[in-house]
């Protein structure tokens, strides 16, 4: 068995769970979940556009900036694991067949010799 | 050791690879980083947009349309985890913070009683 | 001289000077305002997420939510019409060329006939 | 009378025109009509991930950029006047609002003499 590029299946299962425990699974439709995401990516881009690029590479250097990207951060990867598992995607499947493909787009300089 | 919510060590690691093989690191700052993976969000929620949430559970039974959905997805991962990884942000832990105050801020029911 | 289908000129003038009695045209990059407009679009649609279709046609019903829904639009509105204007686009211009694209692409049931 | 912010009047009543000759307006919820502005966004904000701060106040110097954006820019501005309009919000009284409270909230220098 090889090891998963993403391996998402503990977080799935604690999503549901959480979900479940509290009545949500009905507003937990993909559209639903895609517009969540949205808003949480949202205010992910608001930490860093009003920054410089070179800022944005410090912005872990602030105790309390840092924690807000990782609160941030880790709500983006929630939405997205969650809308996954409700349209049963295998994201770690999808991400192997994606890289594939970005391979063949985006040849690497070795590739192209 | 306990078993991660969300491992995504491999993948970090060939995101890594295949930036380095392209010369790309040196556009995959933060802020550049929050943007792609904006525009890859927006790209999959063109796909629910004119969708009822009734037919945004189906979207996976028209073949053409999961794979769209699934090339998508894996985009928002591939970018999400690479922006974790550049900003050295441990996307496991940062989850597991993240749904302990979620938890406090949303008691279940069994959890109020 | 025919009425402009929108017409940002006050507004475009308005923005500027308030932006340069803040010294904040240096933030007001493209880059950096087309972020703005993305985390502001974020904020609006986190007002809509939750709510169903049915529902969304009543947010302004309820007075506080009918404000929220007011101050978000006006902040997509406000980055969008200052992006346009520091790229020197003409919006109204670049909205009537649309215009004439998407009938095009699009026929109307009594132009196809 | 007073000129307004920004005149939407026109934009509006063509835009509802051009939904109702198409049979659009069912799918004009404001919730479908927040994701769709979304999209737009993306759409708008991929031009600049990948540009310098510095490039991106020179993509209108490239003739197909130049296009590309003020189709990128139109659609947005599509969307959010056809959002504002459906939920009835007077999107030129909601700006005149915010830009009172923004004054407020970030005073000039001048105004704190």
Known sequence: MTTPLLDTK????VLDEFAEARNWRQFH???????????????LV????????????????????????R???????LYLVRLASVLGVDLNAAIADKLVLNARKYPSSSTQE
């Open 10 to 13: 503990t977080l799935e299962r």
């Open 29 to 43: 439709s993909p559209k639903n979940l895609a517009m969540a995401l949205t808003g949480e990516v949202g205010e």
């Open 46 to 69: 608001e930490i860093f556009q009003w920054r410089t690029e070179e800022e944005s590479w410090r912005v872990a250097q602030d105790p309390a900036t840092a924690e807000h990207v």
């Open 71 to 77: 609160h941030e951060l880790a709500d983006v990867a």
